[in-house]
RNA sequence: GCCGGGGUGGCGGAAUGGCAGACGCAGUAGACUCAAAAUCUACCGAGUGCAAGCUCGUGGGGGUUCAAGUCCCCCCUCCGGCACCA
């Protein structure tokens, strides 16, 4: 009978659920194991990466069920965002219906894959037992000063039609439509992630080496950026003013010849003022300029460098010379101070700058064996280490020493303070759109901004309303959402319409996948504590800046606030590789899709679950093939087959035959194979996570069976063994076809929570080890020999060999290196 | 520009410093069949040889070692991240 792959799915599909095979629940007497997958965002159908993921989470969640740990393993939806509003203007529904309808779709095909997820902790996040606690989070972070309303120039997207926070551009472009942001002033929320900078970047090497991967890390802390070097003041007496720099190099104060300012910059506003008509005029025609440019233009290292130089000079703090005051288009006004200390010798965009504006150049480091560079000749600036010059009493220090001495020095004058900066900017939370979490607060004429009173939440997000396209938020347009009385005053009050980023649900959707059903809470600590922090998160590296900072921060916050007792949210992160066919990336708009439905119903849940492990390590790219596809499926009717065509005669011989009875060699070996395969699957799924090493190791079992032509008690009930090992072993991969054979030959408990193979170190042993001959450092000769031997009696043996002997016949032997069991290598002349 | 990670047959990929190419795909030949599909068996890095074998071979060049895909140095190249961050 050939192998009904739809038939045995589903039964057993539904047997598992019908028995709660995969549900879990905090025991403290057990030792648990979270293992979570990035949860997918609702766009209407699971795509190749999706089910890349969750095959790799489930088969580490089944695999170590079977190795008796407290699994928790649960699925959810990141269900709010722009998307479901494009979809609703599109297609004439609504956000929320659309989205339910998707979630159920998805649902259906997750079930159809086989994975075991305990779906009675499943997270929804647009649903409002889910995002009240958003709202609550949001209210204690209020509390404790995290978060703050800010008016600032901030990333704005035109086609999405909302701001962005920094991680969510990528290149000057949005991360969701790639569309180049510009920047606007505006009050928005943001959090202060930028207080939990310096502890965001210490734990990386503290907590996440070695569980994440080093490109991970190293990405996070680039983000993070944090550098040292002091901040100083120059004076600008005509305008009362003090403008700060920040600078990583003040060994090279000596060499300042101007100060530049952002156009953002407050100062720019004072001095126009000051300025007649003419050149206010001129000031603000640049200023107008450099805004219009986008974040690329702007931001490109490559970009020409726009100056317009005004009429103040600042003090120089050492020097007490007058320095030119200047307005940059290079000088970004969210980093340190939003201007600098120009330097033109030692930072080649200063130098750039000079040059096309005759500034003078001043050198003041030297190359530790060269000459001291010619400020009107040099060609670029001297950005390397080296030694100090023209720079009076410290003449002759070494970079490295300079830095620090300087320091000292100017920190003891008052001409600087040591200060750390760091690139990590804080989160810009609110969103100028309708599907979102309503950030819970109200404005009052006479109050303010006020928040809503907790027992207030959650503040309902209106889902019976129609999108259209027209540029802001539908909820403006629904008065009797936005009107409102103040809590405090009771007087009419509107409420804040901005909703917030959806990376807020996501940092923090594990936790509540711990307790689902808390309603008086967003969890039960006790719950978290126990299968927090996760010890397996899956996902891809893109979110490596993105949600994984995020979470972090969270993972932070909830500990400050007592209601954890962990500081970071993933102890192992493992990040899979692309979906890539025909060279690039699967995608809609390079139509080189794979719909996994489509194949699944072609090849069954089991074949797509093993092809896509096989086909690569979990952390490559993966290239698609049908042919690949057919190979995987190939392998499994031949175990199919096996199972069938033998069935009789396993199921009568079921007895373990230890590896004493067995005499015949050929028999031996073949046990050997068994818990060899055992031994070494196990490793690759415990230690490295080499999911295609382990099922090409069960295909070289699945060749032996068939290659093993032995038909004696104890080969026959040999076979049983390596059957049994065989389907329990390919389980976590192929739980559906092995589930099935394993009850056809008998068996009464699931295999899914049947306890994995241990290997038998008896049967391990070998009589027999196969001497690789080399004779200087070359394969001459293979020599079977008793394992075991001692260096002496190895190399006598090898040296008596007649075939080695006649290959080192009338030479010296130098040297003999002998690995026993395993080699000899004669060096002879 | 800075920082990471790679480069192994026709392809995806294996190899605690100890037999390079496990396993799979593709390919070749054969068996079964009227035929095909499916299945099974064998072969399958290059060169050379009737053969046993021998020589070469893990991007290139040097080095360490009895022994290097693996360790060290230099170079080429591809991919990824960041990018006027003071």
Known sequence: MPYDFNAVENKWQSIWQENKCFESHTDNSKEKFFCLEMFPYPSGALHMGHIRNYSIGDVIARFLRKNNKNVLYSIGFDSFGMPAENAAIKFKTKPHDWTLKNIDYMTQQLKRMGYSYDWNREAITCLPEYYRWNQWFFLQMYKRGLVYQKEAPVNWCDTCGTVLANEQVENGCCWRCHNPVTKKNLKQWFIKITDYAQELLDDIDKDLDPGWPRRVRIMQTNWIGRSEGARLKFKVPELNYDIEAFTTRFDTIYGVTFIALAPEHELVKIMRDKLNHDEAEKLNEFVQKVSAQSSIERSDAGAEKLGFKTPFYGIHPVTGKQIPIWIANYILIDYGTGAIMGVPSGDQRDFEFCRKYNIPVIPVIKP??????????????????????????????????????????????????????????????????????????????????????????????????????????????????????????????????????????????????????????????????????????????????????????????????????????????????????????????????????????????????????????????????????????????RVWRYVEDNLESLKANNKIIPVGE????????????????????????????????????????????????????????????????????????????????????????????????????????????????????????????????????????????????????????????????????????
Request: with cysteine; net charge negative; hydrophobic share 40%.
């Open 662 to 829: 067995i005499k015949n060699e050929a028999e031996r070996e073949f046990k050997r194979k068994i818990h060899d395969t055992v031994k070494n699957v196990t490793r690759d799924l415990i230690d490295e996570k080499q999911f295609n090493t382990a099922i090409a190791r069960l295909m070289e079992l699945t060749n032996a069976i068939y290659t093993f032509n032995f038909d004696d008690d104890v080969a026959n009930n040999l076979k049983r063994e390596a059957v049994d090992v065989l389907l329990n072993c390919l389980s976590p991969f192929c739980p559906h076809m092995t589930e099935e054979l394993w009850q056809m030959l008998g068996h009464e408990e699931f295999l899914c929570v049947t306890a994995w193979p241990v290997a038998d170190e008896k049967a391990l042993v070998r009589e027999n080890a196969v001497i690789v001959v080399q004779i200087n450092g070359k394969v001459r000769e293979k020599v079977n020999l008793p394992a075991g031997l001692s260096t002496q009696d190895l190399e006598h043996e090898i040296l008596n060999n007649d075939a080695v002997k006649s290959r080192i016949d009338g030479k010296n032997i130098i040297k003999i290196i002998s690995v026993p069991d395993k080699l000899v290598n004669i060096v002879v002349k």
């Open 368 to 637: 530790v064996d060269g000459e001291i560079f010619d400020g009107e000749t040099m060609t670029h600036a001297y950005e390397e280490y080296g030694i100090v010059c023209n720079s009076g009493e410290f003449d002759g220090l070494k970079t490295e020493d300079a830095i620090k001495i300087m320091i000292d020095w100017g920190e003891k004058n008052n001409y600087c303070k040591r200060e750390v900066n760091f690139k990590l900017r804080d989160w810009l939370i609110s969103r100028q759109r309708y599907w979102g979490t309503p950030i819970p607060f109200v404005y009052c004429d006479d109050c303010g901004v006020v928040p809503v009173p907790e027992e207030n939440l959650p503040v309902l997000l209106p889902e019976d309303v129609e999108v259209k396209e027209v540029g802001h938020s539908p909820l403006l347009d629904l008065p009797d959402w936005l009107n409102t009385t103040c809590p405090k005053c009771g007087k009419p009050a509107r409420r804040e319409a901005d909703t917030m980023d959806t990376f807020f649900c996501s940092s923090w959707y594990f936790d509540r996948y711990c307790s689902p059903h808390d309603d008086k809470n967003a969890f039960e600590s006790s719950d978290v504590n126990y299968w927090m922090p996760v010890d397996q998160y899956i996902g891809g590296i893109e979110h490596a800046c993105l949600h994984l900072i995020y979470a972090r921060f969270f993972a932070k916050f909830l500990n400050d606030i007592g209601m954890t007792n962990f500081r970071e949210p993933f102890k192992n992160l493992l990040t899979q590789g692309m979906v890539i066919k025909d060279g690039a990336k699967m995608s809609k708009s390079l139509g080189n899709t794979v719909d996994p439905t489509e194949i699944v119903s072609k090849y069954g849940a089991d074949t797509v679950r093993l092809f896509i492990l096989f086909a690569a390590p979990p952390n490559n790219d993966l290239e698609w093939s049908e042919r690949g596809v057919e190979g995987v499926n190939r392998f499994l009717g």
